[in-house]
């Protein structure tokens, strides 16, 4: 079957396909994973025009009916954000955890309780001047339930909703929480290193955008809670300057 046809019936909701193989062929596994990419980029870009004249309430109802990729089918809620749509800061992570899924808001769980507390030395809080959302809005999970990074179809899949969802905050500075968000808004390659991109601001669409730790990490290597402090502190710089 011609892979771009798998990839829709994916998408659809009507895969996986079983095919038998007369060989093991990576050309034929590299011709699905550059289906998938194209596909998915022709389907990102059907979806930010629809999604141009959307409001809020319209936005968020179309994230919650979402069934563009496979997630949709492991999800208890979708995710689409929380706060003030009228933000001058958003914080942008990669995507929904377990208990993201299960009350359909970002960051609620021990990460969330540290984001919270970020944003209490920024002299911030959630919902007040700011929004807080995640590169792709439902939850991804290994095949044994565990959380893991959206994979790059996921990313292009979901990415119009967050870049409607900036055109109608529209910021005036943008934190990344980890390399995955990081990589993914920035239109970067995946190997990228999260060290190399901390410490300098960078752009998207003329707003400033800095980058830093996702909490979770922080929970794991707490002794690089500093590190993230100063590139707070810039973000905090790049805003009063605007």
Not at 28 to 40: F, P, S, W
Not at 102 to 112: I, K, S, T, Y
Request: net charge negative; proline share 6%.
């Amino acid at each position: 079957m011609n892979p771009e046809k798998l990839v829709r019936l994916e998408r659809m909701g009507l895969g996986p396909v079983w095919q038998l193989r007369s060989h093991a062929d990576e050309s034929v596994a590299m011709a699905v994973t550059d289906a998938t990419a194209h596909v998915a980029t022709e389907f990102a870009t059907e979806l930010s025009t629809d999604l141009a004249a959307l409001d809020w309430d319209d936005l968020e109802a179309t994230i919650r009916d979402c069934a563009r990729c496979g997630l949709c089918r492991g999800r208890t809620h979708a995710v689409p954000g929380v706060g003030d749509r009228k933000a001058s800061w958003l914080f942008v992570g990669e995507g929904p955890g377990r208990s993201e899924d299960l009350e359909g808001e970002p960051f609620v769980g021990p990460a969330g309780k540290l984001l919270d507390n970020m944003l209490k030395a920024m002299q911030l809080a959630r919902g007040v001047d700011t929004y807080i959302a995640n590169i792709v809005k439902c939850r991804p999970v290994d095949a044994d339930g565990s959380d893991r990074p959206p994979v790059q179809n996921e990313v292009a899949a979901c990415r119009p909703f967050l870049e409607r969802q900036i055109d109608l905050i529209k910021p005036t500075v943008i934190v990344v929480l980890g390399k995955t968000a990081a990589t993914s808004l920035l239109g970067l390659n995946e190997e990228t290193s999260l060290a190399s991109l901390r410490g300098e601001p960078h752009s998207y669409q003329g707003i400033p955008v800095v980058v830093t730790y996702h909490p979770a990490y922080l929970l794991l290597k707490p002794e690089d809670k500093a590190k993230s402090w100063r590139d707070l502190c810039l973000a905090q710089s790049l805003h009063d300057e605007r």
